[in-house]
């Protein structure tokens, strides 16, 4: 999607456009890569997508389809182009009918009454402490970005006792059955 080249960065390039060329500003641009991704996501023969050229070619008879300018300098179009990839990545750009099963990593840390979660996929989340022999004594809930290390903390101080950690987890726009884990049970003094 070609975007139109703005007078402070015209020294940038050279030559001229053809008159066929159509360009639109980079909030379209934007949303039209969005779109084109949203399309080929659900797509089970589609296994990938080009997003031809990162950068512009100076030669405006060429192509200004970059997110960025000729220059290297960003187009305001690359933070929405950038999140379109992140959510294609976590797998919710779209809704498309299939289940998607999130795989959870967490790293629990009974000293601290907290866990570290990090999710294969975007992944929303229910994590609790839970006073054995099965009360919640905290709980938050919340969403992440796959790949990313979340801390919870759960709670600062709790009375003393016998504890576990618990979380589950299931992704946002393709929901399969929740993934539940828990810690072993542990004792607070």
Do not use: M
């Not at 996501?41 to 997003?51: E, I, K």
């Amino acid at each position: 999607v070609e975007s139109i080249v703005p007078p402070e960065k015209a020294a940038a390039y050279t030559g001229t456009e053809p008159t066929t060329t159509k360009p639109v500003d980079e909030a379209t641009q934007a949303d039209f890569y969005r779109r084109a991704l949203t399309l080929a996501y659900c797509q089970p023969n589609v296994s990938g997508v080009l997003l031809f050229h990162s950068h512009d070619e100076p030669a405006l008879a060429a192509w200004q389809s970059g997110v960025y300018y000729a220059d290297g300098t960003p187009k305001s179009s690359l933070g929405p182009v950038r999140a379109a990839l992140d959510a294609v990545r976590g797998g919710s750009i779209a809704h498309c009918g299939a289940a998607l099963t999130v795989t959870p990593k967490i790293s629990y840390q009974t000293r601290s009454l907290s866990l570290v979660l990090r999710c294969n996929l975007d992944c929303v989340y229910r994590a609790r402490l839970v006073r054995l022999p099965g009360s919640t004594t905290a709980a938050k809930s919340g969403r992440t970005t796959a790949w990313t290390k979340t801390p919870i903390v759960l709670a600062r101080k709790v009375r003393p006792g016998r504890y576990r950690l618990w979380v589950s987890v299931r992704h946002p726009v393709n929901p399969a059955a929740p993934v539940v884990r828990q810690s072993a049970p542990f004792t607070v003094r």
